[in-house]
């Protein structure tokens, strides 16, 4: 079975241009949730999305925004790039809640 | 305050060597994930935990929800252990995540 895929695995922006980032889950996994790991920071989680639904959302400002289509894969946006979106985003998928994650290779984002 | 204490940050150990990271949280949670990420980013699910013990080859997860105390342990380290590992809590379907215990075992 094919793990967690996440394209582009590298990208590089300049300051208030914006990201669209997408994330395939494991075939048969609806659930989906992403996450912006930075040295400063750390892993923190953005949201979480099940059946086309956004079930949860971190606290990040509305600049972050996801959606998940009908066949689970997921893509999350970043509008009005700014140097601190500058991370390693992360996607896993489950296949319900409270299961065992399996996590993409992630995506750098540079911001220049 | 973070709801997810992780110590050490970072540990130096011989290969061959006893581990234990420790991973404390203040949240109610549902579940806690131990993971493991190497250098370049990718991560690891290693265990995940709602009571009690697992063991997976060299490695073993305790929890004890009553402490909200969690200790993860490498049993005869080796050098392909030197990674991040990171331990994240589920409250819900939310996740908090601890900063990371950085490993390095020393040949």
């Known amino acids: 079975k094919a793990g967690v895929t996440q394209t582009p695995r590298y990208l590089i922006k300049t300051r208030g241009q914006q990201v669209t980032l997408s994330c395939s889950p494991i075939s048969g996994h609806r659930s989906v949730s992403w996450y912006q790991q930075t040295p400063g920071q750390g892993l923190q989680f953005l949201f979480e999305y099940f059946s086309e639904t956004q079930r949860n959302k971190g606290n990040f400002p509305g600049r972050f925004s996801g959606r998940q289509f009908s066949n689970s894969r997921s893509e999350m946006n970043v509008s009005t790039l700014e140097l601190g979106d500058s991370a390693l985003y992360l996607c896993?998928?489950?296949?319900?809640?409270?299961?065992?994650?399996?996590f993409g290779p992630g995506t750098r984002l540079t911001v220049l | 305050k973070n709801e997810v204490e992780q110590s050490p940050q970072n540990l130096t150990a011989q290969e061959g060597e006893f581990i234990t990271i420790n991973c404390s949280y203040s949240v109610g949670i549902s579940a806690l994930h131990w993971l493991q990420q190497h250098p370049g980013g990718g991560i690891v699910s290693l265990f995940m935990?709602?009571?009690g013990k697992k063991k997976h080859g060299r490695l073993i997860a305790t929890i004890n929800i009553q402490e909200k105390h969690s200790s993860l342990h490498i049993t005869a380290s080796h050098p392909r252990d030197s990674a991040v590992y990171i331990c994240?809590?589920?409250?819900?379907?939310?996740?908090?995540f601890g900063t990371g215990t950085s490993l390095t075992v020393i040949p």
């Open positions: 935990l709602s009571s």
């Open positions: 994240a809590v589920a409250k819900g379907r939310q996740f908090y």
């Open positions: 896993a998928s489950s296949l319900a809640d409270n299961n065992e994650q399996f």
